[in-house]
C-alpha cells in the first residue's frame, strides 16, 4: 500500500516516516501544503494519506476535499493539533477516514492507520 | 484571561510532554510578564490567536533543549538545524491546538512562525495580561508565553 504524508512540519513528518517504517506502507511522497499534496495524489495514487489541517497555501480540511472529488478510494487520516469535537466531525463529514490528535505515539499512530485499512495495528 | 483559562496551556504543556516521555516535565508557578520585559531564548514559535480570543501564544526554549527534543522524537543522535527550529513552531502549534478542545472551533490559531533570537517584532495589545509558564523538562528551562484576551 502506498503511503503519502501531508504535514507542514519536517519534524512531524520524519516522525510518521519512522513510526511506520516497519507498518508495510511504501512513502510515494511528503507534502508541506496543501497545494503540493494535491498534485502528489493525482500523480502517485496513495492508498492512504495522513494529513495536518493547519498549513499554509491550502488547509489540510480544503485539501481533503479536493483529494475526494477526485477519488473516494484512498484512506485519509487527519493528524492534527486541533483537538475539537466540532473539527473531528467536520473532517469525517468531508470523507476523513480516520482522526488522530497531536502528540501522538508510535502506537496511537500505527493503531489509527490500522483502523482506517482495516489491519490490526 | 481567567486562571481556568491559564490552566488549560498549563495542561496542555504537561500533556505534550507527558507523550513525550514517561517523566514529562515540571511547571513551575506562572507569573504575569512585566511591560517591557523580554521572555525569550534562543529559538521561539509563536502562533496568532483569533476569533473567541484575540493574542499571541508563544513557546521558547534553548537550542540544547530543542536538540533533545528532537533526539527524543527521530531518535537520531545528531538532528539538523533546520529541524530543531521547526519543533519549536511544531510545540507551540500542538499546544495552542489542543487548547480548542476547551475553547471550540472558533479559537483560530496562525500556521507556526519560528524566530531564532528574541523575537523583538511579536506585539501583543498592551490591554492583555501576559502569563509565563516556566517549564522544566530533564535538565532544561523553557516558556511558554500566553497573551490572550
Redesign the interface.
Known sequence: MKLLIVD?????R??IQ?YLAEFGLEIVGEAGDGRTALTLFRETSPDVVTMDI???EMDGLETLSEMRKISDSPKIIIV????????AL?ALQKGASGFL?????EAQLKEEIGRAIGRAS | MTQKDLQIFVNGTV??FK??TDSGAQMDVPFLKKPGETVALDITGVIGISGVKKGIIYFTASSDMLRDV?KT???TENPDL??IV??A??IA??????A??A???D?M???PLVVEGPPKNIRIPNEVPVFVIPIRWKDHRSFLVVGIQ
Request: proline share 4%; hydrophobic share 40%; net charge neutral.
Open positions: 507542514d512540519s519536517n519534524i512531524i520524519k516522525a519512522k493547519t498549513m499554509p492534527t493539533a486541533l483537538k475539537d469535537k466540532a473539527t467536520d490528535a497531536k502528540p501522538f505515539t | 500533556n505534550y507523550q513525550l528532537v522524537i527521530l531518535g533546520a529541524s521547526d519543533i513552531g511544531e502549534n500542538t499546544i495552542a491546538g489542543n480548542r478542545e475553547f471550540g472551533a479559537f490559531i496562525s500556521i
